[in-house]
């Protein structure tokens, strides 16, 4: 193996999908999730970078070829793990099931995909990435980039109005003297979560998809007498 730049770069990019969850373990919110999203959308643009500089350079090698995915995978399915769990954090209710849900399939659809290219061995050639599935990935990339923008304006809406009765917060919200700005954090933090949420329901959406196209052109060869 050669360390080219394109490797470099899905190395690194590999590298911050646990990272994005150790920021956590060192820095205190909102710090945690500024740089969650900064270190996310960073390796998420590799992810173009990668394959376009091996392409240009002709430096496409099998290590990029077997990491590339690897880290796609890990990198969405680490960050949806955190952001599913940061979503019960200001809920008495427990985690958010409009997050929950499509990272549950998300996460599902990634676990039967990997196992079904691993059972093919050779075969698994079979399972190439298609359009549909790349658009997948953008779209799960940009969801999860979204949400943890979320998490900065939910953090920061709670940690400005600690203290605060239920009467002046109301009064506030509803047009009243708003020094903290809480109004326009309130807005950034709605805003960012039904995009983020509608964009990962997409993604959710063409994730079960993909993963059905994948298994039904995997059937030829799960009969016993293939």
Do not use: C
């Amino acid at each position: 193996m050669t360390w080219t730049i394109p490797n470099i770069l899905t190395t690194l990019r590999f590298l911050a999908a646990p990272g994005v969850v150790i920021l956590f373990l060192y820095f205190t919110r909102p710090w945690a999730d500024w740089f969650a999203l900064f270190l996310f959308v960073g390796a998420a643009i590799t992810d173009w970078f990668d394959g376009y500089l091996a392409r240009l350079w002709k430096q496409e090698s099998k290590f990029g070829a077997m990491l590339d995915p690897i880290a796609d995978k890990a990198m969405v399915v680490i960050a949806l793990v955190l952001i599913a769990g940061l979503s019960g954090v200001h809920r008495s209710d427990g985690m958010d099931p409009w997050i929950l849900l499509p990272a549950t399939a998300i996460i599902f659809r990634e676990v039967f995909v990997s196992g079904l290219r691993e059972f093919l061995g050779d075969t698994a050639g079979t399972l190439k990435v298609t359009k549909l599935a790349k658009w997948k990935t953008t779209a799960q990339m940009v969801a999860i980039g979204i949400l943890f923008g979320t998490g900065v304006f939910e953090h920061m809406l709670v940690e400005r109005s600690v203290g605060m009765d239920a009467l002046t917060y109301q009064s506030v919200m509803t047009g009243g003297d708003d020094p903290l700005n809480l109004r326009l954090i309130d807005s950034l933090y709605w805003v960012t979560w039904w995009v983020g949420v509608g964009l990962l329901w997409v993604a959710a959406f063409l994730t079960l998809v993909t993963g059905l196209d994948y298994f039904r052109k995997a059937l030829p060869y799960l009969r016993d007498n293939a």
